[in-house]
């Protein structure tokens, strides 16, 4: 209507709030008892961490694909209020060179929540990575006014409100 009256655009106004369902079915894990001092440590963000229950990653929001690493064992995305996030499957898991990881995005696509991302082969994982968790980080958790964790202790994939992030 305004465009139409003064030639101008509005302002589509940005979601302050993002809801990130659980990416998958598993128990929650605490960030600090990731035995990995990269994620323990939050050097790369604040997130939780998922022991999973299955073998495929589904995307936890709607956002852009703004990175699948070439061994497939990390996707990164971005929502509309401009969380980061870094989903990464399993520890040392890039020393696997794609071995029992198979992408099913691209950087680029856009995706919406419940979309299938990754899968990957867990007795791999397990045999030769260091661990299964999977961590799920806001990259650039320090520009977010407040990353609330779930207090569940089991997630059901898509329907567990695991994160909820507030830019400033």
Do not use: C, W
């Not at 990464?88 to 992408?103: D, P, R, S, Y």
Request: charged content about 25%; aromatic content about 6%.
């Amino acid at each position: 209507m305004f465009k139409k009256l003064f030639g101008k655009k509005t302002e589509e106004p940005v979601a302050k709030d993002i809801i990130l369902f659980a990416p998958m079915n598993g128990k929650v894990v605490a960030l600090e008892d990731v035995p990995d001092p990269v994620f323990a440590e939050k050097m790369m963000g604040d997130g939780l961490a998922i022991d999973p229950e299955e073998s495929t990653v589904y995307s936890p929001v709607a956002g852009e694909i703004v990175q699948v690493f070439p061994t497939k064992h990390a996707v990164g995305i971005k929502t509309a209020n401009g969380a980061e996030i870094l989903i990464h499957i399993g520890l040392e898991t890039v020393g696997l060179n794609g071995e029992g990881f198979e992408a099913f995005v691209s950087a680029g696509d856009t995706v919406k929540t419940g979309d299938k991302l990754i899968s990957f082969d867990q007795t791999i994982i397990r045999e030769k990575a260091k661990s299964t968790l999977i961590p799920i980080i806001i990259t650039n958790s320090d520009e977010m006014k407040s990353i609330v964790k779930t207090a569940e202790t089991l997630l059901t994939r898509g329907e567990t409100q695991f994160l909820t992030v507030t830019v400033n």
